[in-house]
């Protein structure tokens, strides 16, 4: 509702103008900090109880690899839809559009499935922190991956009823990063929980 | 109380488009938000102020009968008539989360972050309206269910504002950890959402929404430090969120992360593995850059106030941004100064003893500035320049405490004790109070078109300053004589004894300093519909808010809105024919008070035509 401040900024003196981002797009980045805190409060909890021992060692699901691999491929089909958009290609942004979300909720069938993984390893959620840790850490990942899911077919019906175009791509652009960042975001996750395990 | 909110609200407020519920309830406007967020705050602090002086009734005056309370407090009396134990701890926890989170933050920075945001950087509104409104009803609604819990059975949470597991991650272990606790939690959860969407339209509004002119170097200290303030909340509330999000894990869901070993009524409990002190980590993380989330809102608003109060510039105007930024980073290294007896290791003890007195370097900045601004200044004590003054006072008196408390082997002797309840009460407590006080008297003109009652708010001051002093300077003595905090009576040990006369004191004190705050509740609401009517800009202030009308409506400006062309403190400046220049004046229509410099930059004003656009693309 604000652009049309942002737009008609002039300067008077030296060329120091406002910074030049949508205040959507940078509420967006503002709202990824936030959601960068609460892991790295949790990855740094990880640590912290790790350090005090009593800690049980397990493998991480093997089909965590599969899902990470799932998540890069889907980061790669989003770039692809967005770029397609903003040539005004919207049938092709509607295709990638399509399998980035069908891969995104193979990312969270993956997940799930790693976690039954998991309890097939007797790994509960309810046992030592060890264990406990990974289930609220990969969850909480899954419940943003879901918002984003949400996100992508706000975009994907926006794509369809030609809301989507090489002049507006605001939206196009926050939805494409902020899947990227929970891309991101799980591989440092998954980094993170094969290096401390 | 909450419920007060919408009907206190429907008096004022300026639009007349839409419906009611869209002007006065449902408002995207900054200016309404803000009054929302202020009325509610100011429900909370009363509630707060009453529960303290329920708690001050027990220690001040341990055996006097209080079945008079009956009809309040019901079944939380013991037959004796005497506040029961549970319920003592109760109060003192609901004091704080009240007083901490609901009246400093929310009702601090989302009065005057939302109010002075958009008025003094010169935008039409916030960036999102939306998320705007969003915040002010997930805070309602969080607001909702505290209060509610005030009312359950079972009493409310009662683990200390801390919520220090494992007293509060087991029902079992005192009443209040019950339902209260899930009340809590699922309200805490609430705020944090309403704070971190209150924070990133702050921030974005600052940075993206400038009006022409309006740089970093001439924005008023007080949107600096709503700046900072937010930047510090979108950085620590996520942690205090997962600490929570743990706790409600521990508590419903049976994981261990706090839990260990642990016998309670004899029985074991099968939770292994966790840790206590992972939550005191997790808490303080959040807990101690919260204390600067409450603190910093103020320091903004009296650097703006003591500064068109003094007729002087501030003094040091860069050296009060570093300060603030200096602060804002040291509140993220500090945490573990709350943990020094935690059994923590002495060498890490050391480091953060000597991060936490390195704060005290831009406090004394900070001090020192406020003093050398009203050094020799035409004084004008308006009650929302004495308040300001009664916080430089209190965050004198406050800070030095804390070089004593910041070093771990002090700490040792005065930790959990009532000198560190007068230290945090002084430096954050009666400061950030006194800080929104005097935004109110300040702000009040803009915000209501008219003007409150200085006789009334001179006396509001002295009673509230005098008072304060009253409360929290014996709390030192009875502090540094190892009397502990969150104590429900000290009869059993005769060590105590001696000082039943200073408590007497300090509860007599808090008595007053509560009755005083009804002479500001009758001088706001008066002042609201009876008061003096403003003029635009009573206080001959700078700032781009009193270039708007008497009251603003939406969008703020009728016409453009104004351009910046110079800092915010031009007051009395050598030569000029008035003793403030607002931000909005040319320095081409003032050469006879232009320093060199200055005239250099009236060849730049005429370029206003070649608008730079700001690319709405890519960026």
Excluded at chain 1, 117 to 135: A, H, K, R, W
Excluded at chain 2, 206 to 213: A, D, F, H, S, Y
Excluded at chain 2, 306 to 326: C, D, E, Q, W
Aim: glycine share 8%; hydrophobic share 50%.
């Amino acid at each position: 509702m604000s652009t049309d401040n942002t737009v008609d900024l002039k300067i008077v003196e030296e060329p120091k103008r406002p910074l030049a981002m949508h205040p959507k797009k940078f509420g967006m980045w503002l709202f990824m900090a936030s959601v960068m805190m609460l892991f790295m409060a949790l990855t740094s909890a990880y640590i912290v109880r790790q350090a005090e021992g009593n800690w049980v060692y397990f493998e991480l699901p093997s089909l965590f690899y599969t899902t990470s691999v799932i998540i890069i491929l889907s980061s790669i089909s989003m770039q692809w839809s967005y770029n397609a958009a903003k040539k005004d290609n919207t049938s092709y942004s509607k295709i990638m559009l399509l399998i980035t979300s069908l891969l995104g909720f193979g990312f969270l069938i993956g997940q799930f499935f790693g976690w039954k993984q998991l309890v097939t390893g007797n790994i509960y959620l309810v046992g030592n922190p060890s264990g406990s840790f990974l289930y609220i850490i990969t969850g909480l990942h899954g419940l943003h991956i879901v918002s984003a899911i949400v996100f992508l077919l706000i975009m994907l019906n926006a794509v369809y009823t030609g809301k989507v175009d090489s002049k507006n791509m605001t939206k196009m652009e926050m939805c494409t990063t902020y899947w990227h960042f929970l891309g991101g975001l799980w591989l440092y996750l998954f980094i993170f929980l094969l290096l401390y395990r | 109380m909450a419920h007060d909110t919408h009907t206190h609200d429907e008096g004022h407020g300026h639009e007349h488009h839409g419906n009611f519920w869209t002007t006065y309830i449902f408002s995207e406007d900054h200016k309404v938000i803000a009054k929302q967020f202020l009325i509610t705050g100011m429900a909370w602090a009363l509630l707060g102020g009453i529960l303290s002086v329920i708690f001050r009734l027990q220690l001040g005056f341990p055996d006097a009968n209080l079945s008079w309370l009956k009809p309040i407090l019901g079944g939380w009396l013991t037959a004796e008539g005497k506040i029961d134990p549970e319920f003592y701890l109760a109060l003192v926890t609901m004091h704080g989360t009240i007083m901490v989170f609901f009246v400093l933050t929310a009702g601090l920075s989302g009065t005057f972050s939302n109010f002075l945001i958009p008025l003094q950087v010169g935008a039409r509104d916030m960036a999102s309206g939306f998320m705007n409104m969003l915040s002010y009803w997930f805070f309602f609604i969080s607001s909702c269910f505290m209060f509610t819990s005030l009312f359950i059975s079972t009493g409310p949470a009662a683990g200390g504002w801390v919520i220090y597991p494992p007293l509060s991650a087991l029902p079992q272990a005192i009443s209040g950890s019950g339902l209260g606790m899930t009340l809590w939690l699922i309200s805490m959860a609430l705020f944090i959402v309403s704070s971190l969407l209150g924070s990133i339209n702050y921030i974005t509004t600052v940075i993206n929404l400038r009006t022409v002119g309006m740089s970093f170097s001439k924005l008023p200290l007080t949107i600096w430090a709503f700046f900072l303030t937010a930047i510090i909340g979108i950085l620590s509330f996520p942690v205090l969120f997962a600490a929570a999000l743990l706790l409600i894990f521990d508590r419903s869901f049976g994981t261990s992360f706090y839990l260990s070993d642990i016998y309670i009524g004899g029985e074991a409990l099968p939770n292994q593995g966790g840790s206590p002190i992972l939550f005191q980590h997790l808490f303080w993380f959040l807990g101690h850059p919260e204390v600067y989330i409450v603190l910093l809102p103020a320091l903004g608003i009296t650097s703006e106030i003591i500064a068109t109060n003094s007729r002087k510039p501030i003094f040091g105007y860069k050296a009060m941004v570093g300060s603030i930024l200096f602060i804002a980073i040291l509140s993220f290294v500090v945490w573990a100064h709350h943990m020094f007896v935690t059994g923590m290791n002495p060498f890490l003890g050391s480091i953060f003893t000597l991060l936490t007195l390195i704060i005290a370097v831009p406090s004394a900045v900070k001090i020192f500035n406020y003093v050398t601004t009203i050094w020799r200044g035409n004084l004008r004590f308006t009650p929302g320049m004495l308040f300001s003054l009664g916080l430089v006072s209190f965050f004198l008196t406050g800070g030095i405490t804390g070089i004593f408390l910041g070093n771990s082997a002090v700490d040792i002797q005065l930790h959990d004790t009532y000198f560190v309840v007068a230290h945090f009460h002084l430096v954050m407590g009666s400061a950030s109070f006194f800080g929104m006080l005097a935004g109110i008297y300040h702000w009040f003109p803009k915000m209501f078109g008219r003007m409150m009652n200085e006789k009334l708010g001179s006396i509001h001051f002295w009673i509230t300053f005098i008072g304060v002093y009253m409360v929290f300077f014996p709390m030192h003595y009875i502090g540094i004589a190892g009397f502990p905090r969150r104590y429900y009576t000290w009869t059993n040990f005769e060590t105590f004894s001696g000082f039943a006369d200073l408590n007497f004191v300090v509860s007599v004190a808090a008595i007053v300093t509560l009755g005083a705050q009804f002479i500001f509740l009758f001088n706001f609401f008066y002042s609201m519909f009876r008061g003096r009517i403003a003029s635009a800009n009573p206080w001959q202030s700078n700032t781009l808010e009193w270039t708007t009308p008497r009251n603003p409506g939406h969008g703020n400006w009728p016409g453009e809105i104004p351009t910046v062309y110079r800092w915010p403190y031009d007051y009395s400046k050598p030569g000029a024919k008035e003793d403030f220049i607002p931000q909005n004046i040319p320095f081409s229509e003032t050469p006879e008070s232009n320093l060199p410099h200055e005239n250099e930059l009236i060849k730049l004003e005429g370029v206003e035509g070649n608008a730079i656009v700001v690319e709405e693309k890519k960026h």
